[in-house]
């Protein structure tokens, strides 16, 4: 089967064109010089709400991935394939982002552009690549997204769970190297396979608007567990060991987001030599929450390597334990950065004061599935 790398259109991000705006103000700045009813492009608006709850996870092995990518790849016509399909090593690939859709194109076909078994294939082929831990994650940002789009500017910003795009680069086999995107507001999983395994998970970004909701009777907390654990190892540090810490300020979005591979800042905050076991031990729980998005056993292998440089690893943090404040977290090593931060303020009308994340796992050795 022939692999097609389609042009897609490229719509202005927070980071395009040498741009440096955080995410928020991108927001605000489109809003405010776009006509009334209009968005940057024309962001599909859907009434299909039956997405959320998504199906349940189904606990699966590596394999299953391959056989349930390739079920859902023939499920469309080859017009459609064309349009999910991209060489392994396509532009395209790098191209994601957290904006909302009405802000950004992105590559692949959307959940709404599938049917109802199309979409059931999705999340079966999601769920037998990812974790329980990170198919619960995915699953919340699309919740939280049905929250939104009861927003009054949901339409304008192209708030709806069928607003999520998955794209496939190089075929799905158990030889070789291949992996998929899946993606839109507060969503980025870029996952990549070799020889039948996840070999990185690099980069991924998890947010969240609101956190804490409840959504068709369900109650739902999304990226809160994140947020706590970083506070919750910061309290296990002395006076002295905190001040070592301390981020010193919040800045207006993750630094290493879309749009920023390659970029590799300064490590601040305390080293992980300088802690003792219990800290230690306090801090890889954090790091671990990020790193179990994929399936088990690809995250004991990532969390042996994570702990072999352990020493070389820094730990930064500045903020409280409480939710929908000024929060920032770095946590950073020779093949890892993590980073949160909420900055205590929210966009969609119906999400005042129920928190608002941003989260980045980044291995800057090793991303896209590429050394």
Same mark, same amino acid.
Do not use: C
């Given at each position: ?11 202005k991000s927070s980071k395009q064109q040498g741009q ?60 459609? *394939? ?12 790098? *191209? ?39 198919? !619960? ?56 396979? *070799? ?11 998890v947010g969240t608007e609101p956190a804490i909701f !409840? ?51 300064? *490590? ?19 790091? !671990? ?40 977290? !770095? ?17 969609g009308e119906n999400a005042r004061g129920r928190g ?16």
């Amino acid at each position: 089967m022939k692999v097609f790398t389609p042009a897609i259109k490229l719509v202005k991000s927070s980071k395009q064109q040498g741009q440096r705006y955080p995410v928020i103000w991108a927001l605000v700045l489109a809003m405010i010089f776009e006509p009334a009813g209009s968005a940057a492009h024309e962001a599909p608006v859907h009434t299909h709400q039956r997405l959320v709850p998504v199906p349940a996870y189904v606990p699966a092995p590596g394999q299953s991935a391959i056989a349930t990518a390739q079920r859902l790849i023939a499920s469309f016509d080859p017009g459609a *394939r064309s349009e999910l399909l991209f060489d392994w090593d396509a532009r395209e690939r790098t *191209r994601w982002s957290n904006l909302p859709a009405g802000f950004f194109t992105r590559p692949g076909l959307s959940i709404g552009d599938m049917s109802d078994d199309q979409r059931g294939l999705l999340f079966e082929f999601l769920s037998t690549s990812l974790g329980e831990q990170g198919y !619960r994650r995915l699953s919340n940002v699309l919740a939280a997204e049905a929250f939104l789009s009861q927003a009054p500017n949901a339409a304008r910003n192209g708030w709806y769970p069928e607003n999520y795009w998955i794209s496939f680069y190089g075929l799905p086999s158990d030889g070789g190297d291949w992996g998929w995107s899946f993606g839109g507001h507060h969503l980025g999983l870029n996952l990549s396979f *070799r020889d039948g395994q996840v070999s990185t998970m690099s980069p991924s970004f998890v947010g969240t608007e609101p956190a804490i909701f !409840r959504l068709d009777g369900v109650e739902y907390e999304s990226v809160v567990d994140m947020h706590h654990a970083g506070h919750a190892a910061f309290l296990t540090l002395d006076p002295d060991q905190r001040e070592l810490a301390d981020a010193g300020r919040v800045p207006r979005d993750v630094i290493t987001g879309p749009g920023d591979d390659g970029l590799v800042p300064q *490590r601040i905050g305390i080293s992980a030599s300088e802690m003792s076991p219990a800290q230690r031990t306090a801090l890889l729980a954090v790091v !671990r929450l990020w790193v179990e998005i994929q399936p088990e056993g690809n995250a004991s292998v990532r969390m042996k390597a994570i702990e072999a440089e352990l020493d070389q690893v820094h730990f930064a943090w500045h903020g409280s334990g409480e939710v929908n404040t000024p929060v920032y977290m !770095r946590i950073q090593g020779p093949s890892l950065i993590i980073e949160l931060v909420s900055n205590g303020d929210n966009v969609g009308e119906n999400a005042r004061g129920r928190g608002h994340y941003h989260t980045i796992y980044r291995d800057p050795t090793f991303e896209y599935g590429r050394q």
